[in-house]
């Protein structure tokens, strides 16, 4: 009984047998209405109220209230769910009172916050407490604060739609009208007009009252998509992490009374409470910023799916580069379809892309050089003729791993032929999937050359660029130096005023970015996403080049492209190079099969955090043991763990994980179902995170 004492402990109240019932006079019979109550609290559990006589009248579901849980009464806030006439024994305890008497969620909404809190394996309470601003939980009074929305003057561009587009959008329109839910892929190379038959999808149902939701991954970096949509619409509510308060609460408002049909957003707007929904889009749908970084971890792309299927409304997945799932889906599943936008509009041509051997490079030259002689040459070139030059260095993740600038060889495990991880805490190198530790190598077992275990970085970069180029005007750009918004909107409106020559950074100035006058796009070390431990090594970095690739020569003049490599033969960037998705996907999905990894597979990682690395281990240990006992029960699922995750430490915190991978999302979800019926294992406690599909194994 000793497990059963623990989580007594950790949560008290979350015992599903604990009912009040039970507690009461069993004799007596009382007939009155019951809600149904889900508490914004980690307790996985609806419970059951009395309804008092005077709140009768006023209670509805989606109303929030006050509740008393356990023997200590402790009052928490609720989420009325359903509310219903019956006889019951003993004594339900009575709601307190009803909080606010706004109704903050309707039925599609619940359905919704429902699935979300079975899928993501979160409890009832928090899923929809996520559905819902926090400004507009809180109870205050009407406020003068106006809606966020943009509008600008309207212009109507002068251009048909080509064929491709035509079919694309008749497409859509069809469904659209019929109220068919069908999630469409809509894969076009960049700038092959996807925005514009987003676009007049929408004109086309809002002509009709219907309203629509507008996903984005960013929306600092998404401001002239923003603009350029705003041209076309009256009004566009915004709704994103830079709002106050205020202005998101009445922006919500604005949305929920049907004053503003068109929202366009991050994450959370996913739930914006639009009246008459006709149409969900989601643009760029493989960008991992969709998955929400704190619990519950829902991909909001999948959400939406999820939303669009219970109002019956289509969904459009926009991508140059879709994620192999989607693309898989859209091929093998009903209830998907496939539109394909092979060209760029008016013809323009695919930039030219050179590739740059950096083992060659490091063998004809003395020392470790960043910049090879040819992008060095075109950095010249391009900032003679006053032009603007990007540069990335895609440096990510807390970890890296040792390899010899002059060769590129990096050091993999003798058992697993995967890239052994450095950890600098440690000193050591470790493989990640058999946890051999290995000391650092000083030489390179390939050609003697000194070992680099810092990798090369945005600052290192930026030195040479300094030494190299005396005068240049550079500007940074990283998750270390863009912590605010603003800083984004500031840099690159510094960048387009044309008062910096070159702008260097992470992979976030990849993405969305239009600069007319940027004629040289360089990419540093093309192999770093590549030499991720993650499974989705090559098909972010596949991702990343396609991008970089479409940044150049947009406008009239043709730009230029250099990536360098250690890896020329690598599947994922010779793709990249020759603009071929199709071919990336094909040699990517055979792996992806013969490794039963996804889309062939759902996976589900644990992290398990601690301060004490043997505390850690030691729930990481039990719990893997659990899930392993309780997995015996199915065919299909295997319980793969633990082991030290990629990021050993994290905010102080020990870090180990758990994967657990299973056939099917259906036999996911209802693995954990089973397993949170039973009461068995404690999934909610403060050390334990759960990840269903994760977006990265670090
Ligand atoms: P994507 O979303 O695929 O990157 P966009 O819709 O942004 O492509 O289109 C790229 C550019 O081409 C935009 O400036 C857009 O206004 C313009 N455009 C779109 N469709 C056409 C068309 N049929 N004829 C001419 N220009 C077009
Ligand atoms: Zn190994």
């Known amino acids: 009984m000793k497990k059963n004492e623990e989580k007594q402990l950790d949560f008290p109240w979350s015992q599903r047998n604990d009912t009040q019932a039970e507690r009461a006079k069993p004799s007596t019979v009382y007939v009155g209405y019951i809600a149904q109550i889900a508490v914004d ?162 004109r086309n149902l809002m002509k009709v009252g219907r309203g629509a939701i507008y996903l984005v991954p960013e929306i600092a970096l998404t401001a002239q998509m923003i603009y350029r949509l705003a041209e076309r619409f009256e009004n566009i509510a915004v709704l994103h992490s830079g709002l106050t308060e205020a202005q998101r609460r009445a922006t919500w408002q604005a949305i929920s009374e049907g004053k503003i049909s068109l929202v366009i957003g991050t994450r959370s707007a996913v739930f914006a409470p639009v009246k008459n929904l006709g149409l969900i889009v989601i643009d760029e749908e493989q960008e991992p910023s969709f998955k929400n970084i704190q619990s519950p971890r829902y991909n909001t792309r999948d959400l939406a799916v999820k939303r669009a299927q219970l109002e019956n409304i289509p969904i459009i997945l926009g991508s140059a580069t879709p994620s192999l799932e989607t693309y898989y889906n859209s091929q093998h599943r009903s209830g998907w379809h496939y539109l394909w936008l092979p060209k760029r509009i008016a013809d323009l041509p695919l930039p030219d892309v050179a590739l740059v051997d950096m083992y060659q490079e490091h063998k004809e030259r003395k020392g470790v050089h960043l910049l090879s002689r040819l992008l060095e040459a075109k950095i010249n070139e391009t900032l003679h003729a006053g032009k603007q030059i990007i540069l990335l260095l895609n440096r990510r993740g807390h970890s890296g791993y040792v390899f010899c600038p002059r060769c590129g060889y990096v050091v993999h495990c003798p058992n697993c032929k995967t890239r052994m991880v450095y950890h600098k805490s440690a000193n050591r190198l470790l493989c990640h999937h058999c946890s051999i530790k290995l000391p650092v190598p000083e030489k390179c077992d390939r050609c003697g050359g000194t070992m680099n275990k810092f990798g090369i970085g945005t600052q290192r970069l930026e030195e040479e660029l300094e030494r190299k180029f005396p005068g240049v005007k550079l500007v940074r750009m990283d998750t270390d130096s863009m912590k605010r918004t603003d800083n984004y909107e500031k840099t690159l409106s510094d960048f387009a005023n044309g008062d910096m020559n070159i702008l260097l950074g992470t992979q976030m100035i990849a993405k969305g970015l239009d600069f007319p006058n940027v004629s040289l796009v360089g990419v540093i070390c093309a192999d770093i996403a590549l030499s991720m431990p993650d499974f989705r090594a090559g098909e972010r970095t596949f991702q990343l080049l396609a991008q970089v690739a479409g940044r150049a020569g947009r406008a009239d003049h043709a730009g230029s492209v250099v990536v360098q490599s250690y890896n020329l033969s690598d599947p994922a960037i010779q793709s990249a190079l020759n603009h071929d998705y199709h071919q990336f996907a094909k040699k990517e999905m055979y792996l992806r099969k013969k490794l039963s990894l996804p889309p062939f597979s759902r996976l589900t990682r644990i992290i398990i955090q601690h301060t004490r690395m043997t505390a850690a281990q030691n729930i990481a240990r039990q719990l893997a043991q659990q899930f392993q006992e309780y997995a015996e029960k199915y065919k299909d699922i295997s319980v793969i763990g633990p082991n030290p995750a990629v990021i050993t430490r994290l905010r102080g915190k020990y870090r180990f994980q758990i994967l657990i991978r299973c056939p099917s999302a259906s036999v996911m979800m209802d693995f954990f179902t089973k397993l949170r019926n039973s009461s068995e294992i404690n999934l909610f406690r403060k050390e334990v995170i759960i990840d269903v599909d994760p977006v990265d194994l670090l």
């Open 41 to 202: 609290a980690p307790l996985d559990k609806i419970y059951s109220y009395s309804v008092p006589d005077e709140l009768a009248e006023t209670l509805k579901p989606g109303m929030m209230v006050e509740v008393p849980i356990g023997r200590s009464e402790r009052k928490y806030k609720g989420f009325c769910l359903k509310i219903s006439k019956s006889k019951w024994k003993g004594t339900l305890k009575p709601i307190i009172r009803i909080i606010d008497e706004r109704t903050l969620f309707d039925e599609k909404i619940a359905e919704l916050t429902d699935w979300l809190s079975k899928y993501y394996v979160c409890p009832p309470g928090l899923a929809i407490s996520c559905a819902i601003p926090a400004s507009v939980k809180k109870t205050v009074k009407s406020t003068r604060i106006k809606p966020y929305i943009i509008s600008r003057p309207y212009r109507e561009p002068t251009f048909q739609l080509n064929d491709d587009q035509e079919k694309a959008l008749m497409y859509i329109n069809r469904l659209v009208n019929n109220k068919k839910f069908e999630t469409v892929l809509l894969h076009g190379v960049t700038a092959s007009g996807k925005t514009e038959i987003y676009i007049r999808a929408i």
